[in-house]
């Protein structure tokens, strides 16, 4: 692909935006949170937390040891089997460099720094900085209980990965490790995911096989299910208006020639994932399979929402014109058909599947039937949340104030950072503070919009309730980062302090905790005195994780810091304290 000026403008100016708003003096330290935002959606306090690079440290305060080529570790235990993504960042700030090859200086760190973490030589601790190497620590730590999957991503705003023989050397020396994958993220790949189009409006006809329709009306809704050709779901959906509306096609080749418009998907609670999901590698394989004719029976079907459907009822395979659709249920499973059929089109001749449809303007009934119909994968989105109405009435209620609550990620991107609240965000604090769930508003953030929204979000939540917890967590993530800055500079005990990286849900949890018991009330009028009680809480957990070690030390077992904030331990050994053992740590 030839550079182009425009794209490298497009991430540029993105970089530098996120550069004034963290005051950064480098534009490759925003590239870090531009970049990890862009592939795993990750929050501020995530991607910091997740940084190692020495350069970055640096910039917080001189350090010793080195990155070795890792800039950052990002772990993923919403599988059975833990993820841990190591990340090497270039970034340049000139057009002219990105007509570069991805330097070929790093391999040898990468590899050099893999062979010493699997071999689990204490050595390599004098190689790494601090944080670097509590990292280390995690990772051997989950050694001890299963066989993790690696991901390095090489990450860059260049148009050229390694060169040839550098990458096939790199790729031969990651590949003897089974359970290692590369993965390649360039300027190209970067202005795909930044790149959101304004919804467009799918209007496409649709022909029902034979007289297998059925339809009912209900108030502000009504429904249509019937059997259609699964080519013809394919053909509704791809990104050529003309062939979404021609049902009468002869040559399904021609679909080939064109990707799904993802538009279609605007209202689906899901995002395919093409790599990740059984499921969508068992659709596949049964519409490849010597058993694709019994495909209709081995799947849900899809739903479709639609401003307006309409059909001649007296003839035989009627044809449907339907304006505006939106396919709410069955993203995955058009995805997976699609690649199929791409594959092998022989297959479809003779395949069909059940086709919901519903006309309906109630937007919260859209919502509903979306929600309700997606029952194959866990639903683990915040948007199909975003036009909830407490969603909505805390965005209003903020607007008041002159805040901008956003119900959907970035969405008041051109706003000054200081005056934005993320959505994802406030259902952590709010859990973590609220609910007494720190473990789970750290480690489970899927859950805030699925199993637990109610919980989460009721209607005891107001501007206030979220403000106060939103303002706290901000200002423990401030002494986080100069408690961090003073350990790199060796300032302070490692061993004593570095558990802030790890506790900032956890102090959240007992601030609130310690305000109740002084009897202050949890208003935002009273966040400067509930902040009063942050010694006091570190004090607290101080003493919890002594606990711990002591308790592992009889059983001859070796204390994590990560380990013990994640599965909720110092809520245990908070719980085992008397009132006059905690009164001590409430005396100013």
């Given at each position: 692909m030839n550079p182009s000026l425009q794209d490298f403008s497009t991430i540029n100016t993105h970089v530098e935006r996120l550069k004034k708003d963290f005051n950064f003096e480098d534009s490759s330290n925003s590239f870090y949170f531009l970049a990890l935002d862009l592939l795993f959606g990750l929050q501020d306090d995530e991607i910091r937390d997740a940084i190692t690079d020495q350069h970055f440290l640096n910039t917080i305060g001189e350090t010793s040891g080195k990155d070795r080529g890792i800039d950052a570790v990002l772990f993923d235990e919403s599988t059975d089997t833990t993820e841990i993504h190591l990340f090497n960042f270039k970034y340049s700030g000139s057009f002219e460099k990105t007509k570069s090859n991805f330097p070929s200086g790093e391999i040898d760190k990468i590899i050099g720094f893999v062979n010493d973490l699997l071999s689990q030589e204490e050595s390599i601790r004098d190689t790494l900085n601090p944080i670097l190497y509590s990292k280390v620590e995690e990772i051997w730590k989950i050694f001890e209980s299963q066989n993790?999957?690696?991901?390095?991503?090489?990450?860059?705003?260049?148009?050229?990965?390694?060169?040839?023989q550098e990458k096939s050397r790199f790729e031969k020396s990651i590949s003897r490790h089974s359970n290692f994958h590369v993965h390649y993220h360039l300027i190209t790949d970067f202005i795909e995911l930044l790149t959101r189009k304004g919804k467009q409006i799918i209007d496409a006809k649709i022909r029902a096989i034979d007289k297998k329709f059925f339809e009912k009306s209900d108030g502000d809704i009504r429904a249509l299910v019937t059997n259609v050709d699964i080519r013809d779901v394919l053909r509704i959906v791809i990104n050529n208006e003309e062939l979404r509306n021609k049902p009468d096609i002869e040559d399904y080749e021609l679909l080939k020639q064109h990707e799904i418009q993802e538009d279609s998907f605007e209202d689906n609670v899901r995002v395919y994932l093409k790599q990740r999901s059984k499921i969508n590698r068992n659709i596949k394989k049964t519409a490849l399979s010597d058993e694709s004719h019994r495909f209709f029976?081995?799947?849900?079907?899809?739903?479709?929402?639609?401003?307006?459907f309409s059909y001649p009822k007296t003839q035989r395979s009627p044809i449907i014109e339907l304006k505006n659709l939106q396919v709410v249920n069955g993203s995955?499973?058009?995805?997976a058909l699609h690649e199929a059929f791409v594959e092998n089109s022989d297959k479809f001749d003779d395949l069909d599947i059940l086709c919901r449809i519903y006309q309906t303007e109630n937007t919260k009934l859209t919502v509903k039937i979306a929600e309700y119909t997606n029952s194959q994968n866990p639903v683990q989105s915040r948007d199909i949340r975003s036009i909830d109405y407490i969603q909505q009435k805390l965005e209003h209620e903020f607007s008041a104030i002159d805040l901008f609550y956003e119900r959907k990620k970035n969405q008041y991107y051109d706003r000054p950072k200081s005056k934005r609240l993320d959505a994802e965000k406030t259902g952590q604090v709010l859990m973590a503070m609220y609910n007494k769930q720190p473990s789970e508003a750290k480690n489970q953030k899927r859950i805030i919009f699925a199993e637990r929204y109610e919980d989460i979000f009721n209607d005891s939540i107001t501007a206030d309730?979220?403000?106060?917890?939103?303002?706290?967590?901000e200002k423990i993530e401030v002494e986080k980062n100069a408690t961090k800055e003073k350990l790199i500079k060796g300032v302070d005990d490692f061993e004593k302090s570095s558990y802030v990286s790890y506790a900032s849900y956890?102090?959240?949890?007992?601030?609130?905790?310690?305000?109740?018991?002084?009897?202050?009330?949890?208003?935002?009028?009273?966040?400067?005195q509930v902040w009063n009680l942050y010694p006091n809480v570190l004090l607290l957990i101080e003493s919890l994780i002594e606990k711990e070690r002591e308790f592992l030390k009889k059983k001859d077992e070796k204390y994590s810091h990560s380990l013990f904030f994640k599965y909720g331990k110092p809520k245990k050994h908070y719980e085992d304290l008397t009132e006059e053992d905690i009164s001590q740590f409430l005396i100013e």
């Open positions: 993790p999957i690696f991901h390095v991503h090489l990450c860059s705003n260049l148009y050229e990965g390694l060169e040839g029976y081995y799947n849900n079907g899809i739903t479709l929402t639609c401003d307006s995955q499973t058009i995805h309730k979220v403000l106060l917890a939103y303002r706290l967590f956890w102090v959240l949890f007992f601030l609130a905790e310690f305000a109740n018991k002084k009897g202050v009330s949890l208003t935002y009028s009273n966040l400067g």
